[in-house]
Every structure is written in structure tokens, then in C-alpha cells.
DNA sequence: ATAGGGTTAG
């Protein structure tokens, strides 16, 4: 080839660099004499960035600089953004040496380019140095200040600056949407997006990805078809990327038909269409389907495997999903930090704690344990097969901590029964999101759930509750999860009014048409004997669930209402809501209150035969007590004797109850023998066969067995009652007997409940007041 | 400068 002049030279590389051939362009690049001429230079430096061979581009500058070649501003400022999309902040840091040293001029772009590295490389407070001392400035520097706020997670400081630009353009809008919805504030992106419409900029291609994006995490579905339409109308559809975004955001929002029909669109596929395809049938179930895509797919990456991988795992099904670890790498395919997060989540329970050692193991091997989501992953893996210590040796050992980590530290606690490290973790937190509060509170509704870890940790669903207050006080907003967990507490401790004040509070906040919701408020309104408002909210109700149903049957049972728990189960039944081992436990109770002895029979066979559920000892309990209570004594006994699986002290109780109420002291003592045997300080059967044995007038087996019972400490136990009187909390122990306003609450309950308080004293007078 | 798909906490 001849030696072209400089301007040929130039024009020949861009060519070549644009046609993808780099090395034919550097072929002529070193072929021409006058290679210091800048042009030159910054062509060749722009065909690697073009061809993705930044690197390349930093080697050749590296070696014109070292050659005493002065660079001109265009070159200065293009390395310096090579340098910061390299991570390269030291290659970065010389060049600016290098400008200070030798006295270069230094235009608007150059210095605009070092904000952006030192923001890339976290250097906030250089980047303000140079923006400072800035003598102009331009759009391009107050945009790459706010997107350097913003992803550097100052979102304050980067909106500030926002408010403050003297002009903006459509990247700076986009930049501010852009940081708003990566910080998962999706709503104030779309809001921001919606003012950007009102002040008249023009939005681009990228805003409506951002939009999108919003749309797919809200599940916006109206909203994301509109910018659907937009992209048509703009001619910005043809592009494959907005295509991927729109598919991606059809997944989010459940709509499989529309991913498929937009993927039938792009006429020519890519890795990313293809692996967003997989994504979408594996996400929405369908894991089938995306197994045989991905197995059809022309070529995969990382990412490809990784969707499938996930996927796997979100449907449960962990062999497959290991078994493509093993695919991946015999396929010399490399597994990253992704790919473990995703088998690690697969491995959070008991079955799966080897497995979750060998791919911890793996995890060393390749050396990725210093990274965040692998911590986070382990932590929680950890935690969930209830090995605390090691989810804390991850913890403490972990370089580097977001709010991920803090929050499934404190979900390993809660989960493990200790309420107290979790709280004391949970006030150390240096950030907290929605999910940490929500963690916190539901670990403290798990723990005051049984009563056994409830006597270990002292824990209440009165703490859950007032964790709730807190949290409502607290900058952030309690979300349908939070109000699900806040009424549940509620039910457990039959706080009617502040039930009823809650449920204010989520139709203003426009939770009230979330299904869980709804679930928790027939649930708490059930179990408070408000029978009429579950009702009320059953039926306002659009797609009332089997949970639902379940609520309104359990809440009818539990108040004794046995006809209007047949009546309900009628409707259940035509409405098509399948039923599960729950409702069956109403039906069967309700039986037993109706003394419908067949009728309990039939769905205690049905149950089985039918619908295919397995009977549990709560079950089995519920056949006692209805045999049991009808008087059929020996048939309630030989129903235990059996029984496929080991009765508890509950199934014995029954019995030992219904033995209470016809006198049968020989079936009784059989009864109580065993849940001596099973729970041997269980002071209420002790009771219950001493009341059996009173009514048989065997006073001397009473006082036995009061003496037992007076060895074993049993006498006083502190029974502990809830008590909501107009709004107020009220606690009261069994033998507490100096509740301050004691008379006035028991008038006043008595106006309220009068023959209801007299039946309960009359029933067990130990406790003081039971409803 | 913003920029397609994959993960981890309730």
C-alpha cells in the first residue's frame, strides 16, 4: 500500500474500523509516516472503543505519551473516559498528573470527562474539586454530575443539582429518571418521567426503556402498553433492544402471550432474545417450555444458562438445576457470581444442607466468597437450614455489606427463635428498606406464633403490633405485606378496635383490593367474633381465594357458628375454590359442634378419597372430639389406637375432654396417661382428669393427684390473657389479682358480654377471664 | 453522559 497523507490515512482507518476490521486499520495506522498527527491517532483510538477494544486504545496512547507526544484535548478527554469505563482509575489519575504537570489547556470536555472517572471511581470529593474550579460549564457537565450523584447512590444531592441546572436536555432527564428507578424508586422515576412530559422535553428511546422498566417492576401493565404504543409510533420498535425491554416487561407482568407475540416480531434473534424468551416461561411456570427453548436456542452465554439455572430453582425442581451446573461447566461454560446465588438459593433448607456446603466449597474454589451476593446468598442459605453460627461467620467475614446482607443476618436470627440479636442487628443498620422493616416485624409475628418459642424468647404478637406503630412513625410506609403481618398479630391476640383501625388505614393507602389483605381482615375479623365485617370483606372481594374461604369457614367454627361453616363450605363448593386440610378442620369442628356425627364421617372419608389430602393429628383430633363429644367414647379411643400417624397431646386432650364431660373416668386416666407421657408438665390435662375424677366423686385419686401436681409446680400456672377494652390494651395473669383497673373492666365487660363472662368464670375459674 | 437479558433479603 502506498503511504497516504494524513487526511486519506484518517478516512481509510475510520472505514476499516467501521467495518469491524481493527487490525487491518492499525495494519495502516503503523504504515503511515506521519502516525503522530492527532487525527491519526484519535481515529485509531476511536475504532478500538468502536470495536469494544478499549484496552487496546489505552496501550496505544500509553506508548505515544511515553514517547513525548503531546496529546490534543479530544485525546485527553476520550482516554480519560476509556479509563473510567475500564475501572482503569489509576491509568485514569496519571493522565490527570500528566495534564497538571506539563501546564496542558484544558478545554470544557476534558474536564467534563474527569468528573465522570473520578465518579466511576468513587472519588465524589475530586469529582466536586474539578467541577468546582470549573471557570464553564456545559449541559454534558451538569448532567455527569447529577448521573455521578445518582449512581453513587446520592440521590439527594444528585436531585438537588438537578433543581439547580440552569439548563437541562433529555439526558438529564434521563439520567435523574434512570437513577431513580436503579434505586428502586420506580414511582418517583415514572413521576419525574410524567413532569419531563409536562415541561415539554422530548423524551428518547432511552427514557421509554427506563419507563419500561419501571412498568415491568411495578407491573404497570396499562402504563407499559402505552409506551408500547410509543415506541410504535416513533419507529423506535424496530430495534431489538426496545423489543427486549418491552418482552422483559410483558414477563414482570405475568403476560406470556404478549412476550411470545413480540418475540415473533424481531425478525432477527439474538442470545439476549432468545435468553429473555426462557425467562419468560420459566418465570411464569412454564418451566417446560423454556426448557425446550433453551434447548433449542442456536447459541448460549452465561447469561442463557443462568436464566435456566434460575428457573429451575424458582419452580423447585434443584436436581435439574444442579444438574445443569454440572452441563455448564463439563461444557466449559464458566459459572459466575450469578449462577451460585441462584443454586445457593436452591440449597436453603435441611434437605439440601450438603449440597449448599459443596457449592460453598465451589464458591472458595473460584474464589467469589468476598463477593456481596454470594455472602448475602450464603447467609441466608445458612440461616434457613437453621445453622445461625455459620450464616454469622459469613456475615462477620464478608468485606463489604448492602442492605441485603443486613437483612438476611436479621431473618437468620428470626428464623432461628432469636428475636433479641435479630432487634439488636436491626438498630445497627445503616440503611433499611421496606423488606428489613417487614423482615423484622414478621420475625417477631413467627416467634410469638407457638407457644413454646413464645415462652423461650419472650416474645409477643403485642411486639409485632407495636413494631408496626414504629414503623408507621418511621420514614417509610408500611406495604400490603406489613399490614398482612400487622393483622395477623392483631388475630393472635383479638385486637378488635385496632383491627378496625387498621383496615382504615389500608383502604387510604389503597391496599384494601390486595388479596392478602383481605385474607388477614376476614382472618383477624373471624377470630374477634366480628363475624358480619369478615363477611363484609369476603364478599366485597373480586377473586376470593381458597385462603379466603378458609378464613370466613375458620372463623365461623371457631365461634361455635357449625350450620353457617356447612352453609359457607356449600357455596365454596359451587363457586369452584378447591378446598385443602384446612378447611376440613372447620368442617369437622363444625360437626362436632352440630353434633353431626355421619355428617363428619363422610368429609372425613371425602377428605381423603376425594381429594386426596392426607389426614394430620389436628384432624384426627377434630374426629375425637366429634365422636367423642356424641358420646361414643370407645370409638373416639380406637380411632387413635389407629392411627396411621403418632397422636399428640392434642389428639389425646380430645378424648381426654370428652371423658370430662360423660364422667368415663377409665377411658380418662388412659388418656391422661399418655399426655403425661408425651408432655409431663402439661398442667391442663392434669387439670381435666382431676375434674374428671371430682365429678366421679373420687376424691381421694384428686387429692393424688393435686399432690402430683403440687410436687411438679404445676398448681400456678400463669395463664395470660389479652384483653382489648374501647381501644386499650389490658394484660392479666391467672393469678394476678391486682390488675389496677380491674372492677371498671370487669363492669365494663360485663355490659358488653354479661352471660358469656359468667359461663367462661364458671368454666375455669384458675383463669380469670377468658372470651 | 443514560443504554437490552441473569442473583441475593420480607
Not at 60 to 77: A, E, I, V
Not at 708 to 732: A, T
Request: proline share 3%.
Amino acid at each position: 500500500m502506498p503511504h497516504p497523507n494524513p487526511t486519506t490515512a484518517r478516512a481509510v482507518i475510520t472505514a476499516l474500523c467501521r467495518a469491524g476490521q481493527v487490525a487491518k486499520a492499525r495494519e495502516v495506522f503503523d504504515g503511515i509516516k506521519s502516525q503522530r498527527s492527532p487525527d491519526c491517532l484519535n481515529a485509531m483510538i476511536a475504532g478500538y472503543v468502536l470495536n469494544g477494544h478499549d484496552s487496546e486504545g489505552l496501550q496505544l496512547f500509553r506508548k505515544f505519551q511515553t514517547s513525548g507526544f503531546d496529546p490534543d484535548q479530544f485525546t485527553l478527554s476520550r482516554m480519560l473516559s476509556i479509563s473510567a469505563n475500564l475501572n482503569a482509575s489509576d491509568e485514569g489519575k496519571q493522565i490527570h498528573t500528566f495534564i497538571v504537570k506539563k501546564n496542558l489547556a484544558v478545554d470544557i470536555a476534558v474536564n467534563n470527562s474527569l468528573i465522570n472517572l473520578y465518579f466511576k471511581c468513587k472519588s465524589v470529593g475530586d469529582a466536586e474539586k474539578v467541577f468546582n474550579c470549573m471557570p464553564e460549564r456545559d449541559v454534558y457537565t451538569w448532567t455527569v454530575m447529577v448521573s455521578g450523584y445518582a449512581t453513587s447512590g446520592s440521590l439527594e444531592k444528585a436531585m438537588d443539582l438537578f433543581n439547580k441546572m440552569p439548563c437541562r436536555n433529555t439526558v438529564s432527564w434521563n439520567s435523574m429518571i434512570s437513577a431513580y428507578q436503579s434505586e428502586g424508586y420506580d414511582e418517583m422515576a415514572l413521576d419525574l418521567f410524567y413532569k419531563m412530559r409536562e415541561r415539554g422535553e422530548v423524551p428518547n428511546k432511552s427514557t421509554f426503556l427506563v419507563v419500561l422498566k419501571a412498568c415491568a417492576s411495578q407491573q404497570l401493565l396499562d402504563t407499559g402498553k402505552g409506551v408500547h404504543c410509543c415506541l410504535v409510533k416513533l419507529g423506535w420498535i424496530k430495534i431489538v433492544d426496545a423489543r427486549c425491554t418491552l418482552m422483559d416487561m410483558y414477563i414482570k407482568c405475568g403476560e406470556l402471550l404478549d412476550v411470545q407475540r413480540v418475540f415473533n416480531e424481531i425478525s432477527e434473534h439474538n442470545i439476549v432474545s432468545w435468553s429473555i424468551l426462557v425467562a419468560g416461561y420459566a418465570q411464569n411456570g412454564k418451566i417446560v417450555e423454556a426448557e425446550r427453548i433453551f434447548n433449542g436456542m442456536p447459541e448460549r452465554n452465561v447469561i442463557s444458562w443462568n436464566v435456566m439455572i434460575a428457573g429451575y430453582v424458582q419452580n423447585g425442581m434443584q436436581d435439574r438445576a444442579f444438574g445443569l451446573f454440572i452441563d455448564m461447566i463439563k461444557g466449559d461454560m464458566r459459572p459466575n457470581c450469578f449462577t451460585l446465588t441462584s443454586l445457593l438459593s436452591g440449597c436453603s433448607s435441611l434437605k439440601y444442607t450438603r449440597s449448599g456446603k459443596r457449592f460453598h466449597g465451589f464458591v472458595m474454589k473460584v474464589g467469589l466468597q468476598s463477593n456481596t451476593s454470594i455472602g448475602n446468598s450464603l447467609i441466608t442459605m445458612y440461616g434457613e437450614q437453621g445453622n445461625v453460627g455459620d450464616a454469622r461467620l459469613i456475615f462477620d467475614t464478608m468485606p463489604q455489606y448492602d442492605v441485603i446482607s443486613w437483612t438476611a443476618i436479621v431473618a437468620a436470627y428470626t428464623s432461628n427463635n432469636d428475636v433479641g440479636e435479630a432487634r439488636h442487628i436491626f438498630d445497627q443498620m445503616p440503611q433499611k428498606n421496606l423488606i428489613s422493616w417487614n423482615t423484622m416485624m414478621f420475625g417477631y409475628l413467627q416467634n410469638s406464633k407457638n407457644i413454646e418459642t413464645n415462652i423461650v424468647t419472650g416474645v409477643t404478637n403485642l411486639d409485632a403490633l407495636s413494631f408496626f406503630y414504629e414503623m408507621e412513625q418511621s420514614e417509610l410506609k408500611p406495604d400490603q405485606f406489613s399490614y398482612n403481618c400487622a393483622l395477623s398479630a392483631g388475630a393472635a391476640i383479638g385486637a378488635l378496635e385496632q383491627a378496625r383501625a387498621i383496615h382504615c388505614r389500608t383502604v387510604k393507602r389503597g391496599f384494601i383490593s390486595d388479596l392478602g389483605v383481605g385474607n388477614a381482615l376476614i382472618t383477624v375479623y373471624g377470630k374477634c367474633g366480628a363475624l358480619n365485617e369478615a363477611e363484609m370483606i369476603f364478599h366485597s372481594m373480586t377473586n376470593p381465594d381458597m385462603v379466603s374461604w378458609n378464613a370466613l369457614l375458620t372463623g365461623y367454627s371457631q365461634n361455635g357458628q357449625g350450620s353457617e361453616v356447612l352453609d359457607f363450605y356449600e357455596k365454596m363448593q359451587k363457586s369452584g375454590v378447591w378446598p385443602n386440610r384446612v378447611t376440613f378442620v372447620s368442617l369437622l369442628t363444625a360437626c362436632s359442634y352440630l353434633g353431626e356425627v355421619v355428617k363428619g364421617q363422610k368429609f372425613f372419608y371425602a377428605m381423603e378419597k376425594e381429594y386426596g389430602i392426607s389426614p394430620t393429628k389436628e384432624h384426627y383430633a377434630c374426629m375425637v372430639d366429634l365422636l367423642g363429644r356424641a358420646g361414643h367414647l370407645n370409638d373416639a379411643e380406637s380411632i387413635i389406637i389407629n392411627m396411621p400417624i403418632e397422636p399428640d397431646a392434642a389428639v389425646w386432650g380430645a378424648l381426654l375432654g370428652a371423658c370430662k364431660i360423660y364422667g368415663d373416668t377409665v377411658i380418662g386416666r388412659r388418656a391422661a396417661d399418655q399426655i403425661f407421657h408425651l408432655e409431663p408438665d402439661n398442667s391442663s390435662a392434669y387439670i381435666a382428669l382431676a375434674e374428671t375424677l371430682a365429678a366421679a366423686r373420687l376424691w381421694e385419686d384428686v387429692a393424688k393427684l393435686r399432690a402430683v401436681m403440687k410436687e411438679k409446680r404445676l398448681l400456678k400456672e400463669p395463664g395470660c390473657s389479652w384483653m382489648e377494652i374501647r381501644n386499650q390494651k389490658h394484660m392479666f395473669l391467672s393469678d394476678d389479682s391486682c390488675h389496677q383497673q380491674k372492677d371498671s373492666i370487669y363492669a365494663t365487660l360485663y355490659s358488653l358480654y354479661g352471660s358469656m363472662i359468667e359461663e367462661s368464670y364458671a368454666l375455669d375459674s384458675d383463669l380469670l377471664i377468658s372470651v
